[in-house]
């Protein structure tokens, strides 16, 4: 077979790309992709070999120096995930990058040497195309359709779908929001690189100035095809605001302030709009030129997603997501407004006739955006069951005149991710949707300087699910968390020098939040009550360090956070969330005998949106609203001796995402975000001077737990890949 080498060719040819070794650049179409030094060099030697399996040894050797074997896997994976991201290949359907598990990778696709060379055909083994047949067929069987081509079956009859990818943007540039226009010509979307309008038949992209300076995000087109409603965030404190614009270069215009999620209705005439508070969201709608607003009636301590006119522009559907105490969090569903009435329902039948949309007795949730097609069919987004509830699909279901289901739901595709801002074209035959993947792992860093610097940090978890950290053996040698990583929720050890962890707790049930007593012989952690039991009551749980079986401590439906102090202290708290009331309750980590502690009942309707941490010596509580939920973040310190409140400002920053004490208890360790999506890692002391000790433009920083030595951390972070596809009908 003939291979490719850099010494032998310039360039080389496959499907609708080139590859130039000499001067290091993938291009499409003519049009240079970004491509990043590793996974490039990943293409290069996968391509010296077209159809041969390709070692991850052999790719060790030849990429990485022999003293960075621990972080291998990570970087051969991150490399693989960018190169099949720049090429539009998928691991699920490839067609340029085979993975051969726990093996290599193998490059597919038919590879010409623009040299003269012959024409390299891939050559696969009986063996492995065999086992491709049957695993092809078990997936038509499983879900009626290839993860390529679906179809939908509508009242009219079978109509074929195909799914096409619209971007291919990396790690590094995820796309914020799209839009595709009323005729199916362009896609309109941003990145933090700027915003964008693509021709969706040829490919061209053209760079749109407008708002420089400002984060925009297209929602929605007008029926002329020639403006856009658009949000703007102006600062990174800001709310957002919508504004329209023109791709022919006329003045922007702002239309409202405060608002977001907007959508127009099918003439042009209303746009439905989001309006969030400190106390819950609101449903608006006004003339498509920002006159007359009006609040919809609603229901409370709820979030709404995007939503979706009626082809008669009498009703909207939308996403709705409800706080319930008792329900470990929020349910979901879809619900329809009646304009004229202000009659709202649900547009699920109540009589539970079609169980797999009874969204909290399945483990499954409804997810952002929604598109009601001028033919009466709703098109939405749907979690999928454990083990894979961090996957969603699109399904369709047809509608009568009230907005309500009137057939029987169909899927429309059947691909991992998370999929949602949806858009469809006047006649619904091109139908555009972002699909999103974010993955939160386990990250190590020092603190040097007197606890005032981090050093580098250093990925622990390699997987490719949710990992989040808890706590530390007493050691300072192993992390406690919890993952997804074999479908519920479960929680794993790992020494801070290996990179395979340990199962701890396991089981069918979800475990969460592995915590230390105060004298660390045993780790307290929370089961989550089984989606669709009829008891919703959480457990509080107690286990041996060293291994054992566990004992119940508490169990309640309210149950909420939980925390305990360090020797000398054996101080142990938990709360727990009413509608509009949060509670406090000391427990004794052994027998879970508890009482309430009644100079810390917090009375607010947002009760489930706080965030709090006890103090390692057990004398004070700090307290916090969570991102988004207060229009001036701070941290409030409660006295356990005297019961005396302090609060401390959290200035520049839009929202706090969590609160912990460092190891000394002097000071809180704080994540923090801006309106532009910049989070960072702040150490406040308990005077308030602020210290940041990480930055990041790209990935979330989630909360930090600190070794009992206080000399490390263990963090999560979450980088967030986002692209936007299409369905056509043919």
């Not at 794993?492 to 707790?505: A, G, R, T, W």
């Not at 457990?539 to 309640?556: C, F, Y």
């Amino acid at each position: 077979m003939a291979g490719v080498r850099e010494n032998e060719t310039r360039a080389v040819h496959f499907g609708i790309f080139e590859v130039d070794l000499q001067a290091g650049e993938l291009r499409r179409n003519g049009s240079k992709v970004k491509l990043q030094e590793q996974p490039f060099q990943v293409l290069a030697v996968l391509l010296e070999r077209p159809g041969t399996l390709v070692h991850r040894e052999e790719l060790q050797k030849r990429l990485w120096p022999a003293d960075t074997f621990v972080d291998f896997d990570h970087g051969l994976n991150a490399a693989i995930r960018r190169l099949r991201d720049a090429l539009g290949d998928s691991a699920e359907n490839p067609r340029f990058v085979e993975t051969v598990s726990r093996r290599g990778y193998r490059f597919v696709a038919p590879v010409n040497a623009r040299n003269g060379a012959e024409t390299a055909q891939p050559v696969r083994q009986a063996g492995s195309e065999r086992r491709h047949l049957i695993l092809w067929v078990l997936l038509i069987l499983s879900i009626g359709a290839a993860a390529g081509a679906v179809l939908a079956k509508w009242p009219q009859g079978s109509i074929q779908f195909s799914q096409r990818r619209l971007t291919a943007n990396l790690e590094d540039h995820p796309v914020w929001g799209s839009t595709i226009s009323p005729d199916g010509k362009y896609l309109a979307f941003t990145d933090n690189t700027g915003f964008y309008l693509r021709e969706i038949d040829n490919g061209e992209t053209h760079a749109l100035n407008v708002l420089k300076g400002f984060l925009v995000t297209p929602t929605a087109w007008y029926p002329d095809g020639i403006r856009l409603l658009v949000t703007v965030v102006e600062n990174p404190t800001s709310l957002p605001s919508l504004w329209q614009i023109s791709i022919m270069g006329d003045p922007p215009r702002k239309l409202i302030d405060d608002a977001r999620a907007a959508t127009l209705s099918r003439d042009g005439s209303q746009i439905a709009f989001v309006r969030p508070t400190n106390r819950e969201d609101q449903l608006w709608v006004m003339q498509a030129d920002g006159e007359n607003p009006r609040q919809l009636p609603s229901a409370q301590r709820s979030g709404f997603g995007h939503p979706s006119w009626s082809p008669d522009g009498r009703r909207i559907v939308y996403p709705v997501s409800t706080y319930e105490a008792g329900h470990f969090g929020v349910t979901t569903g879809i619900s329809v407004l009646d304009l004229r009435s202000g009659r709202q329902d649900s547009v699920v039948p109540r009589d539970n006739s079609y169980p797999m949309l009874n969204a909290y007795a399945n483990g499954v949730t409804f997810g952002r955006g929604l598109v009601w097609t001028r033919d009466n069919h709703l098109i939405f987004s749907l979690s999928e069951p454990r083990p894979n509830q961090a996957d969603s699909n699109l399904w369709s279901v047809g509608l009568d005149e009230h907005g309500h289901m009137a057939s029987a739901p169909v899927r429309l595709t059947a691909t991992p991710d998370v999929v949602g801002e949806l858009s469809a074209t006047e006649d619904a035959k091109r139908i555009a949707f972002t699909k999103y993947s974010d993955n939160p792992d386990v990250y190590l860093a020092e603190l040097t300087g007197g606890g005032r610097r981090l050093s580098a940090l250093r990925q622990l978890t390699l997987d490719q699910r949710r990992d989040f950290p808890y706590s530390w053996t007493p050691d300072n040698k192993e992390v406690l968390f919890a993952s997804d990583r074999d479908g519920p929720f479960h929680i794993f050890k790992q020494p801070i020098d290996q990179s395979v962890p340990e199962l701890f707790v396991g089981g069918d049930d979800a475990a969460m939040s592995p915590r230390m007593t105060p004298d660390n012989t045993a780790v307290i952690y929370v089961i989550w009550p089984k989606l669709g039991a009829s008891s919703h009551e959480s457990r509080l749980m107690r286990i041996p360090i060293e291994g054992g079986p566990p004992s119940l401590l508490v169990q309640r439906s309210d149950l909420g956070n939980f925390q305990c102090a360090r020797l000398p202290s054996t101080l142990c708290i938990f709360d727990t969330r009413k509608e509009t009331e949060m509670s406090f309750f000391r427990f004794d980590p052994v027998s879970g005998k508890n009482e309430l502690i009644p100079t810390l009942t917090i009375h607010d309707q947002l009760s489930y949106g706080y965030n709090w941490s006890l103090s390692p010596d057990g004398k004070f509580l700090a307290l916090a609203k969570q991102e988004g939920l207060s229009e001036a973040p701070s941290v409030t310190l409660i006295s356990f001796e005297d019961g005396t409140k302090r609060a401390i400002s959290v200035p520049a920053w839009a929202g706090i995402g969590s609160i912990d004490f460092t190891a000394d208890g002097r000071s809180l360790l704080v994540s923090a975000r801006t309106n532009t999506w910049k989070w960072a890692l702040l150490k406040i002391d308990l005077d308030g001077r602020t210290t940041t000790l990480l930055e990041d433009p790209d990935m979330k920083i989630g909360w930090a737990i600190p070794a009992p030595d206080g000399k490390h951390l263990a963090l999560w972070k979450a980088r967030g890949t986002a692209n936007v596809w299409m369905l056509e009908r043919k």
